[in-house]
């Protein structure tokens, strides 16, 4: 896909500090969709403000996997430890995972009934029991954040694309999460908007966020991310450094993805 | 190119010319939709011709035949022969359609109830009023205690007292909430923080200053309702409108929130409360309201210990409940089937727990696009109540009937059937308008381009 659509090449890398605390940790999670085997042994650590690209083929499983560190999807086999808590059938702890994590989906899924600044509002005033005036508060924070205060009174059928996942971003953020994962954040934008998307995620990134983005965004990857993990058939193939991946890549297997992906 | 083209170089656009006279105007549109063709001139006519009988023929009935003083049936087919309405009898009949045998000096309290409702309700339709939510929840929540007290009267229970005394000290919060929006442009609960001084405290101390308000509303409204004395009214002599609105405005009050738990049971993930549901719905649907409401009368007493012995009255309110719940779930839940799966996952990625989640974001769409169907179940309930006659409640239809079974008005049924059949079109006819009008305003809408 684009290589060029967010960053030239030569754009400098964004400065990173990884402590080595570590907030996500998978050891071995297998996942089944019925008879299908969609995560096979995924092992994967993630450590503080480490920022982290995955990409691979439709239908590796990308999208399963970063929905199981929040469970939207539940896993069968393994241990997923978030922020230290142990995810399980137990709804306290899946309680205080999300509230710690936000994300952003392909698809905005903003409330479309609510106000761009009701969403943002909305889990602040009813899971974090802030007063209105002080949700109101940090959401016009992050709605200047990603630029788009004066829109705050309309409905989301009311913006563009680019505008409507920059909202969803602001509404994640409102939560305070120390992780915010992103599905394919621009896979759904017209090519104009989704540089302002990935410029906001580039802020993000610089503030010292700890991200996983799933993303075809090549430029994205070499310029924001710390490590770039490729997924196929429900496996971690490999994993690596932005310049050791593009520029050196182990597997045939990714060898080959990459040739299809910068093809074009 | 041509020749001729070229020659043309400039471009002449030719002049417009009015249509063919015949075409256009009254007389066009009469050509072109009544009188195309012979055939179409021919129906034309008789349709015409047809209308104009019918019309004449009604306005014979209803006003020109019609007879307005009579003291009986006997007078009034003396005076018109039985070519005009009697409406003299509906003016005699008029109290016992409206309500039944309930005295006379005690049917300002019906009255009082009703226009206490309406005026309950109304600040919904004002614009500046906030939080009408609240304002239709406390409605729903304890009108109904109120509306018992004042229809049944006599002694009632402690809990009762207290629950009439909400009800009140809510009413009158309502319309205060009213005057202040409008006068001062603020909420009542704003206004009660500013007059104590707590504005500029913690948020979180707000609350206990409108509980301190509440509790000496509550009080007073306590001392006020402990001092009426309500002649007791025995529910066996309700009847007429005033029944059919209570059978049928409970039935409609209950059917949407049990509606939504019925719903949300079916597609529970815990077998138990699924199947549990999703029987109740099916057995309720496919058995006609008829059989159950006779099941109720005849079948429910012999369940029941012999000490209880519910009024049939409550047994047929139970009974229309319970239908109209089941009916109502089904169109929640096609309502619900049409979110689609992503405005759940961003609830949930938020933290949302599943009440809040169905509450503030699935509920709320789901209810707005399904609003035709459900003011068409309410119309349909409406009119289903009318059933209860059959099986001895004197609602206004059976009343209607009564009348012309008095002797002294033996035959009379044609009239007191036109004004039943007139009421229900208007009310019915209100709803459906009022849900094609909140189908325009708000029906999923949402400021969209
Ligand atoms: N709810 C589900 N039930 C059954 N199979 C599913 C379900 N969700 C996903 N799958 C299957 O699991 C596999 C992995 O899906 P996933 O969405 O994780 O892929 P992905 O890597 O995100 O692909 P894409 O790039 O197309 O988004 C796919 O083959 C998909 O068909
Ligand atoms: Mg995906």
Not at chain 2, 167 to 183: K, M, N
Not at chain 2, 225 to 244: C, M, R
Not at chain 2, 349 to 367: C, D, E, S, T, Y
Not at chain 2, 410 to 422: D, Q
């Amino acid at each position: 896909m684009s290589l060029d659509t967010a960053a030239p090449d030569n754009t400098p890398h964004v400065a990173s500090v990884v402590s080595d605390e570590v907030v996500i940790e998978l050891s071995k999670v297998n996942k089944w969709f019925g008879e299908f085997h969609v995560l096979k042994d995924i092992d994967l650590t993630v450590y503080k403000g480490e920022r982290i690209v995955v990409c691979g083929p439709s239908g590796s499983g990308k999208s399963t996997a970063i929905r199981c560190i929040n469970r939207l999807e539940e896993h069968q086999e393994g241990d997923i430890i978030v922020n230290g808590t142990v995810m399980g059938t137990n709804l306290k702890n899946i309680d205080a995972i999300r509230r710690n994590v936000g994300m952003v989906f392909q698809s905005f899924n903003l409330f479309p009934h609510l106000t761009v600044l009701e969403n943002c509002t909305l889990a602040p005033i009813w899971v974090r029991n802030l007063s209105k005036v002080e949700a109101e508060r940090i959401a016009m924070e992050y709605l200047e954040r990603v630029k788009i205060p004066e829109q705050a009174e309309k409905y989301p059928g009311q913006l563009s694309g680019g505008q409507q996942q920059r909202v969803a971003i602001a509404r994640s953020l409102c939560m305070s999460p120390t992780i915010m994962l992103f599905d394919e954040p621009t896979s759904a934008l017209d090519p104009e908007m989704i540089s302002e998307v990935l410029d906001v995620m580039v802020g993000l990134a610089e503030s010292g966020m700890t991200m996983i983005v799933v993303t075809h965004e090549m430029g994205f990857a070499k310029r924001v991310a710390d490590r770039v993990i490729f997924m196929d058939q429900g496996e971690i193939v490999e994993q690596n450094t932005p310049e050791e991946f593009f520029n050196n890549p182990k597997s045939d297997r990714t060898k080959l993805f990459l040739s299809q992906i910068l093809a074009h | 190119m041509t020749d001729t083209m070229q020659t043309d170089a400039v471009f002449h656009p030719k002049p417009s010319m009015p249509p063919p006279p015949n075409t256009v105007g009254v007389v066009g549109w009469m050509r072109k939709n009544l009188f195309g063709s012979l055939v179409d001139g021919i129906l034309t006519i008789g349709c015409l011709a047809l209308v104009l009988y019918v019309l004449n023929s009604v306005l014979q009935y209803t006003l020109i035949n019609a007879v307005w003083t009579a003291n009986s049936y006997r007078e009034c087919l003396d005076i018109n022969k039985g070519e005009g309405a009697c409406w003299a009898g509906i003016s005699v009949w008029f109290n016992s359609m409206m309500y039944g045998r309930y005295p006379d000096p005690e049917q300002w309290r019906i009255n009082l109830a009703f226009v206490t409702l309406f005026a309950w309700m109304a600040p919904f339709w004002f614009p500046k009023v906030s939080g009408k939510m609240l304002v239709g929840a406390s409605a729903v929540l304890t009108f109904p205690f109120l509306a018992a007290q004042l229809f049944l009267g006599g002694e009632t229970s402690l809990f009762h007292q207290a629950m009439v005394s909400v009800a009140l000290v809510l009413f009158i919060t309502v319309w205060l909430h009213v005057g202040t929006s409008y006068l001062m442009g603020r909420s009542i609960g704003d206004v009660l923080v500013g007059i104590t001084g707590f504005a500029d405290k913690d948020d979180r101390l707000h609350k206990w200053v409108h509980m301190g308000f509440f509790g000496v509303g509550f009080v007073l409204a306590f001392l006020y309702q402990s001092s009426w004395e309500f002649v007791e009214v025995p529910i066996t002599v309700w009847g007429g409108l005033f029944l059919t609105l209570v059978i049928s405005g409970i039935g409609i009050a209950s059917a949407l929130p049990n509606g939504i738990l019925l719903a949300l049971g079916r597609r529970s993930k815990m077998p138990v409360i699924r199947v549990f549901c999703t029987s109740f719905i099916e057995l309720f649907r496919s058995v006609p309201l008829i059989t159950i409401l006779f099941m109720a009368v005849t079948m429910m007493p012999l369940f029941l210990p012999v000490e209880i012995n519910p009024p049939k009255l409550i047994m047929v309110i139970v009974a229309v409940c319970l239908f109209s719940a089941a009916y109502m779930a089904e169109t929640v839940r096609a309502g619900l089937q049409a979110i689609n799966k992503g405005q759940y996952e961003a609830a949930q990625a938020m933290g949302l727990n599943f009440w809040k989640m169905m509450a503030l974001i699935v509920m709320p769409q789901a209810l707005k696009l399904m609003i035709p169907n459900i003011v068409g179940s309410f119309i349909g309930l409406m009119k289903d109540t009318t059933l209860v006659s059959i099986i001895g409640l004197y609602d206004i239809l059976l009343m209607a009937k009564a009348a012309g079974q008095n002797p002294t008005w033996l035959g009379f049924h044609t009239e007191p059937l036109l004004f039943t059949a007139s009421f229900f079109f208007v009310i019915c006819f209100c709803m459906s308008k009022y849900s094609q009008h909140l189908e325009r305003t708000i029906g999923g809408g949402y400021g969209r381009r």
